[in-house]
């Protein structure tokens, strides 16, 4: 196994402190030291983007060039296929409240008001990690889930709307699994593999 | 010496004889064959990206949906600084004539022209190689030529704005250099290197 780009360190261009500890982790192995974003006060852009790549590419740009280190960034959601692949990147947005609160039994709720008509239920949570060096090289790697939306919600693990959520290959909800038999089929999971065996080994 | 990510083939996006030679030589020693687009009847997109790297993704993008296998494509261009990085991604478009044909002593006379007033003649040429998966992974590497602009032009080798640029640590103009002399300074041998080093050793 050879390390073939040496990074010592990447900086995180995320807010959320599960990602950076779900990141720290998985790097730990590679001799990477993750640096969050936050830790340095800076501030996340806004995600105009119009694709999950966009949104992720912006945040990493944006932290790499305030640092000069390499940065990671990711952006995931839901995507649909009857719905043309919504919520997409407003997964999140969906669930907003007027408060800034998230309620995502009312994102769901839209979600099945959506799909009421159609027969087809696929779906897929999709993940995109960037990764932008001071070189200037751009690295995009897609993770995917994919399995079907069902009705009603069931499980109360995980968040979002993993208690919709069945992965092909698998009978329950991604909110009836626990986070070890979840990470079998996550998303994020297999975008850092794509990335690791890219880049790394 | 691992070759991780094993492509056998890459379809290469670009109906350019001289850089199909260019990239097949490149690439011959890392046993990757390259298909060039147009033995397959491939369309070019139209180039309505912003940047280097946004023209590069989307004909590597549409070459590798076409074809289901990776595909590189890239872009390059003159990008100096008193112009706020133009000619750019316009450097072919400045020297294009009503018939189509290109004039590329018109492009660098507007060039001297717009550079005028300014005592800035520092400028950069840019290329950057996109290579896109069908498993979406998408990873671009630029590749830069520091120097600056001279008037009037030097030289009969090479090709578009080389009579006019002389590069950071020698004092020929591209123009006036054998191909293996600029080839120590190339943009697209380094974006090229940087690829190689990333993804292949």
């Not at 990764?131 to 009705?151: D, K, M, N, S, Y």
């Amino acid at each position: 196994m050879t390390d073939k780009i040496i990074f010592e360190k990447i900086i995180l261009a995320t807010h959320n402190q599960g990602k950076i500890r779900e990141f720290s982790r998985l790097f730990a192995p590679l001799g990477v030291e993750i640096i969050a974003s936050h830790t340095l006060n800076l501030e996340e852009p806004e995600e105009t983007g119009s694709s999950f790549s966009d949104n992720a590419l912006l945040k990493a740009r944006a932290a790499c060039k305030s640092t000069g280190l390499p940065a990671l960034a990711d952006d995931s959601g839901l995507a649909v296929t009857a719905l043309n692949g919504a919520p997409g990147i407003y997964s999140a947005r969906w669930a907003e409240q007027q408060d800034g609160q998230k309620d995502f039994i009312k994102a769901m709720t839209k979600l099945h008001d959506a799909l009421a008509d159609s027969p087809d239920r696929s779906a897929a949570f999709v993940a995109v990690l960037a990764l932008v060096t001071p070189e200037r090289q751009e690295h995009l790697f897609e993770g995917r889930a994919e399995g079907e939306i069902i009705w009603p919600p069931r499980g109360d693990q995980g968040f979002g709307y993993d208690p919709v959520f069945v992965p092909h290959g698998d009978t329950k909800t991604f909110a009836e699994m626990s986070a070890t038999e979840k990470q079998i089929f996550s998303h994020r999971a297999k975008a850092f593999n794509a990335l690791r065996e890219a880049l790394f080994i």
